[in-house]
């Protein structure tokens, strides 16, 4: 028909948003921001441990998007006995091989890293125990022991008899 002036489409009211619950309505943990140093209270395991929100860069790599502590990635704290450290970092220095100290399991003993033909050479023996000399251990020295030879004495700061003072580069 006809137009008569009255619609029944304005009879009802326009709702341009329809209800929504809230956020804590649904989701009743507090969420935690994760790039925050200190927290104000004692969370809930839930609370503490939820999967983070938001959106993601999708032009970081995995890598540039891991977790990080540190400049260089992820850094934790460890208790190493500083004589043990001390040791394989000399031995591995003098040596060329070291134990591997993150092998903290003994059932699958001490994991070996660096060269084993040194190692076995040098019979496995860190720089703390009795191993045998090798040409290089102990170099002779220009001898003066004088101090009354003004001009010749050379004391503890005498050359090694195979130093070079002076290289030239060879061609």
Same mark, same amino acid.
């Given at each position: 028909?006809?137009f ?6 304005l009879d ?9 619950? =809230?956020?804590? #309505?649904?989701?009743?943990? !507090?969420? =935690?921001?994760?790039? #925050?140093?200190e ?5 809930? +395991?839930e609370? =503490?441990y939820?999967?983070? %929100?938001?959106?993601?860069?999708? %032009?970081?790599?995995q890598?540039?998007?891991a977790?990080?502590?540190?400049l260089a990635?992820?850094v &934790?704290?460890?208790?190493?006995n500083?004589f043990q %450290? $001390?040791?394989?970092r000399? /031995?591995?220095s003098?040596f060329k091989f070291? +134990?591997?100290p993150?092998s @903290?399991d003994s059932? $699958?003993?001490d ?9 076995a050479e040098?019979? %496995?023996k /860190?720089?703390? $125990?009795?191993n045998k000399?090798?040409? =290089?251990?102990?170099r002779?020295?220009?001898?003066? !022991?004088?101090?009354?030879d003004?001009?010749? +004495? @050379?004391?503890?700061?005498?050359? +090694?008899?195979?130093e $070079?003072t002076?290289?030239?580069? /060879? &061609?």
């Open positions: 028909g006809k008569t002036g009255k619609s029944n489409v009802y009211s326009v709702v341009a948003a329809p209800t929504v619950t =809230l956020n804590a #309505a649904m989701d009743s943990r !507090r969420h =935690l921001d994760p790039s #925050a140093a927290v104000k209270y004692n969370p809930k +395991y609370e =503490l939820a999967p983070e %929100f938001g959106p993601k860069n999708p %032009f970081k790599t890598q540039q998007s977790k990080k502590n540190h990635g992820y &934790e704290q460890a208790h190493v500083e %450290f $001390e040791t394989q000399r /031995t591995f003098s070291a +134990y591997d993150s @903290l059932s $699958e003993g994991k070996m890293i660096g060269d084993k033909e040194a190692a040098a019979e %496995f /860190t720089v703390f $125990e009795d000399q090798r040409p =290089l251990d102990k002779k020295r220009e001898k003066n !022991r004088d101090p009354s003004i001009e010749g +004495y @050379l004391g503890p700061w005498a050359k +090694y008899k195979d $070079e002076v290289s030239k580069p /060879t &061609e």
